[in-house]
């Protein structure tokens, strides 16, 4: 088995806050209240799919003992640690330079570590269809979300014209986030997916492709190929890593790379960016709550999104629309449709 | 000085769970966040004027600890402990038969544990007044305060027509708490006062009053008077209290009794009864919140009141009339207009 699976889990996830906390974000969380977090889910979607023992995790420093209690499956030396933030490309970077060097031959699969998949059949599906299409092909393929709203929060994907449907389209373009105005039209398009943050290419083509369009990121680990593997990775890591330009792998590769696909995909997908992504995915009630934690006594309550870990009980009565969380000791009531502003909040 | 404070405690302040819970109601909580509680704000109040070697406390078994820890000041054994709750009359009783045996001149003020005063310097003036009234005189005085609103949820004393001013009025009637047209006609007559639950009397007075009137409860306590002051007293009282009638002192006493006096007075008095109420004394902001607690931060936020001893930190956006209240692991959140249901959540 030449699959490997990259997880992508340093972000902050900032906007669930104090659900999420810098101290522990979002994908090491019960988000959903089933009993897994989302980095935990992530895993098990892969199985069949990836061996654990290839199993890859990038996250930083301080996230490093939560990811070996959550995940103790997959082997310790396969969480990769950054010293700093970096953005994507430098993180693909790392990984894929350092999974080259073990396993020249490897066929991988990135994925966020914090995102939600409904139908895992259909997942599988398509994942095993695209890794068997990148372990012959030097090809990049993104997995394309068609697309279910008008939603400005993601960035799209067109496709190239195409006389008859396939499994993977040549990419016309990367769209950024659009406004709603523009994200209006581009769904008029059969054309135009969201960017799942999902990647799938063998590790010869990511490593050529930084190497071609982000040379200051691919010298990097270039100069720290002698270390990887060994004693003195992670402090030669911690040396040069910071080295590296912030740059997203969409902007450095992506935008720039030929031979590029979309793989249509329909499996039920959201990156689960907000909460009121999150009321949507989760089971509501009659009335549009979605309680998630222990014993949540709702009272005329409509529209509202309630987490809570460490209460032990919580009455809610005559709210209509509103997050109302508990962590830590921190609670946060806010209006749904003022949870831009949480971010602002938890900075204070 | 044989002025004598008897503080009933006994309480279990179930309209403001869960700030007040059957383990530590209301008249032990810091609810002003002024650093005292209730009962020890109740005791403050009386320095100067009667010694705390002269302080009673009424309360449950189960509240012992509490009183002791927060009234280090009093005798130990001037704690007394019902074995159940039987309404004011059989309190009142025990506590009056036992400073009898032990101080036969005992001149008593009894006052509720867990309501405001505002003007402590009037409030003093007025409780010498009556004290000094009572030392010579077998009269019973209530303190009646003058009403600022058509409250419903006071009990009102009518006074007999006079025809000049003075400071003690011979009561016409006891009324019970009046609905809102009655309590908007009371409030026209400047004979009715809200009925504040604090008394003046001295030992003998009570006694033979409840012994004339509530022979039933006085019964009790002549057979229980070998035993008061003694080790076998609480053994005895365990034994005996419960076949005390359930039976307030107003309807045991005041509605009875002829030498009966109220005394006008105007020291900004609440009973805190409600959540509405404690908004009404507490310090506000200028959108009508009042905010009780550690980093309580209201953004958008007006008439709420947030009272959250344990929270390190509450962030509160959009809400107008709501109460927020947080403690041992339970939240409730509740339209300030809905409190009256807050009895039916803590029970379930």
């Known amino acids: ?66 990811v070996r209690e959550q995940l103790p499956e997959i082997p310790v030396d396969h969480i990769l640690l950054e ?4 953005n994507t490309a430098p993180c693909i970077a790392y990984v894929s330079w350092r999974i080259r060097k073990e396993c020249p031959d490897a066929n991988l699969v990135i994925t966020p570590s914090d995102h939600m998949v409904v139908n895992i059949t259909e997942f599988q599906r398509i994942i095993s269809q695209a890794l068997e299409f990148t372990s012959g092909n030097n090809a990049i393929v993104t997995l394309g979300m068609k697309p279910t709203r008008p939603e400005t929060g993601y ?40 960017n799942s943050g999902i990647f799938v290419w063998n590790v010869q083509t990511i490593v050529s492709e930084l190497s071609q369009h982000a040379a200051d990121v691919a010298k990097v680990f270039d100069t720290l190929m002698p270390y990887l593997g060994t004693a003195d990775e992670q402090a030669k890591v911690n040396e040069l890593f910071p080295s590296c330009p912030s740059i997203s792998i969409d902007y450095a590769v992506m935008e720039k790379a ?91």
Chains 1, 2 share one sequence.
């Open 155 to 194: 960035g799209y994907i067109e496709r190239e014209n195409s006389s008859q449907p396939t499994e993977f389209y040549r990419v016309a373009q990367f769209r950024e986030k659009p406004n709603l105005e523009t994200a209006k039209e581009y769904i008029q398009h059969p054309e135009f997916y969201w």
């Open 83 to 86: 010293p700093c933030r970096r």
């Open 258 to 348: 030929k031979d590029i696909y979309v793989c249509p995909a329909d499996f039920g997908w959201s990156d689960v960016g907000t909460w009121g992504s999150l009321i949507t995915l989760s089971e509501k009630d009659s009335d549009g709550n979605a309680a998630i934690g222990p014993r949540i006594e709702l009272h005329e309550c409509s529209n509202c999104i309630v987490h809570t870990s460490e209460e032990r009980r919580v009455v809610l009565q005559g709210l209509d629309g509103y997050i109302v969380a508990e962590k830590d000791g921190t609670l946060l009531v806010c209006k749904l449709s003022e949870e831009q502003r949480i971010k602002e909040f938890s900075a204070q």
């Open 1 to 66: 088995m030449n699959n490997h699976l990259v997880i992508m889990a340093g972000g902050v996830g900032s906007r669930f806050w104090p659900m999420s906390t810098p101290e522990c974000p979002k994908q090491f969380i019960d988000v959903m209240g089933c009993g897994r977090t989302f980095i935990q889910l992530t895993l098990d979607r892969f199985k069949g799919i990836v061996p654990n023992e290839n199993v890859w995790v990038v996250t930083s420093e301080s996230y490093k003992d939560i």
